[in-house]
T-cell receptor, first 115, second 117 residues
């Protein structure tokens, strides 16, 4: 079974609007961390935001926030005030406490920001 | 100087060739990683090194041979590859080992896009 599911292969958003990228995960480990990465066309993966499974508050980093719904096993990324430079692939990832050093990545969502 | 550099950026090789990918991090980190990103599969962890010692080999075929001479450099030696090995190979580093629940952030290089003919 897939551990990380990103159901949106591609998304379009108008510049300056907010967009939500979906991510659901599957784990039986009570301790885990969730990550979002951005991958521009240049190739490098850029860390955006982290949410620990025991964190009470949703993580926020500037224009990025993570909508963490633990019971639903969902960790959606919200980008507010989209910019043209936000056009990229976005990957949701998880690391389980029992998984050692293995970070499991989803298939990604390609975001297109329209001017 | 960018944090994590990789050379070459693009590589085309035949199945009988031997080549090496190089990764260098300028961040003073202790842990380094190799990942494989194929067109139709999620990013896969290949190898993990901590203080030059290999701590993880994620069932990678022996035609991929990593080398970590020091904490700043990581190589991936390639020989007798198959066309299905064509992918983007990403190197990453982190201050300490990124494991479990920890928030340890990995910093990625731009990758080497490999094509095996």
């Amino acid at each position: 079974a897939q551990k990380i599911t990103q159901t949106q292969p591609g998304m379009f958003v108008q510049e300056k609007e907010a967009v939500t990228l979906d991510c659901t995960y599957d784990t039986s480990d009570p301790s885990y961390g969730l990550f979002w990465y951005k991958q521009p066309s240049s190739g490098e993966m850029i860390f955006l935001i982290y949410q620990g499974s025991y964190d009470q508050q949703n993580a926020t980093e500037g224009r990025y926030s993570l909508n963490f719904q633990k019971a639903r096993k969902s960790a959606n990324l919200v980008i507010s005030a989209s910019q043209l430079g936000d056009s990229a692939m976005y990957f949701c990832a998880m690391r389980e406490d029992t998984g050692g050093f293995k970070t499991i990545f989803g298939a990604g969502t390609r975001l297109f920001v329209k001017a | 100087e960018t944090g994590v550099t990789q050379t070459p950026r693009h590589l085309v090789m035949g199945m009988t060739n031997k080549k090496s990918l190089k990764c260098e991090q300028h961040l003073g980190h202790n842990a380094m990683y190799w990942y494989k990103q194929s067109a139709k599969k999620p990013l896969e962890l290949m190898f993990v090194y901590n203080f030059k010692e290999q701590t993880e080999n994620n069932s990678v075929p022996s035609r991929f041979s990593p080398e970590c001479p020091n904490s700043s450099h990581l190589f991936l030696h390639l020989h007798t590859l198959q066309p299905e090995d064509s992918a983007l190979y990403l190197c990453a580093s982190s201050q300490d080992l990124a494991g479990g629940l920890g928030q340890e952030t990995q910093y990625f290089g731009p990758g080497t896009r490999l094509l095996v003919l």
